[in-house]
């Protein structure tokens, strides 16, 4: 079974920056793709940033120029660095894994708040 555990979520001032992270249990060489996700309240959840296991990217362009997507094969990790926050990036973050066959893979969830 595939766990996702998030960490990095909070509180920031506008303007300000968060890393997240994305650890999980297994190799990530196995997925075809990882990537977050926020979901405000309300809200659907959509794609913010994804990352294919050949390396290429895909941002919303909410984010273009201001987050960056990453991933430590060595420590199975996945990172969404989130600089210059605006109040509307706040939602719960959620980290996604795709196995070649398609199937989706969650995580709990981390709140990013973004308020002076």
């Known amino acids: 079974q595939v766990q996702l555990v998030e960490s990095g979520g909070g509180l920031v001032q506008p303007g300000g920056s968060l890393r997240l992270s994305c650890a999980a249990s297994g190799s990530i060489f196995s997925f075809y793709a990882m990537g977050w996700y926020h979901q405000a309240p309300g809200k659907q959840r959509e794609a913010v940033a994804v990352?294919?296991?050949?390396?290429?990217?895909y941002y919303a362009d909410s984010v273009k120029g201001r987050f960056t997507i990453s991933r430590d094969n060595a420590k199975n990790t996945v990172y969404l660095q989130m600089n210059s926050l605006k109040p509307e990036d706040t939602a719960v973050y959620y980290c996604?894994?795709?196995?070649?066959?398609?199937?989706?893979?969650w995580g709990q969830g981390t709140q990013v708040t973004v308020s002076s």
């Open positions: 990352i294919i296991s050949g390396g290429s990217t």
């Open positions: 996604n894994a795709r196995s070649p066959a398609g199937r989706n893979y």
